[in-house]
């Protein structure tokens, strides 16, 4: 996409996700529509990854502290706002409905964001159930 100088935006639409009208990956439960391992922006100073390129990122880089939940940590409930409020920094949420607790964790820990650049601190959240 060519772009000038100044504030822009790239937006994605998808009229489909895994377990919708089609289904990319049977074994994976999660009703996603695509997963951005890479996203790379080349410019006439040289090339950034905007998704994993640690602290260079035109994103910021991963932050110290990841949320790994389920639904309940989902975005529309604002856990991950409330962590960030309490403290003081930001948080990065790889939580996703549908899979369970551990389905997230496991997916976060084999995922090679995890290798490449470990938080600080991992917040593992468990919903109680009965």
Do not use: C
């Not at 100088?5 to 439960?29: C, M, Q, V, W």
């Not at 949420?93 to 369970?100: D, K, L, P, T």
């Not at 997916?107 to 490449?116: E, G, M, P, S, V």
């Amino acid at each position: 996409m060519p772009a000038q100088i100044g504030s822009h935006a790239l937006e994605f639409r998808f009229g489909d996700y895994n377990g919708g009208r089609t289904s990319f990956a049977p074994k994976d439960s999660r009703p996603m529509a695509v997963i951005f391992r890479a996203l790379t922006l080349t410019g006439p100073d040289g090339t950034a990854d905007l998704v994993s390129d640690g602290a260079k990122g035109l994103l910021g880089g991963a932050a110290d502290t990841v949320l790994v939940g389920a639904s309940s940590s989902l975005p529309n409930l604002n856990f991950t706002g409330f962590l960030q409020q309490e403290l003081s920094t930001r948080v990065d949420n790889v939580s996703f409905g549908g899979a369970g607790v551990y389905s997230s964790l496991k997916d976060y820990l084999l995922d090679d964001a995890f290798r490449t650049s470990a938080p600080k601190m991992l917040i593992w959240q468990m919903p109680l159930l009965r």
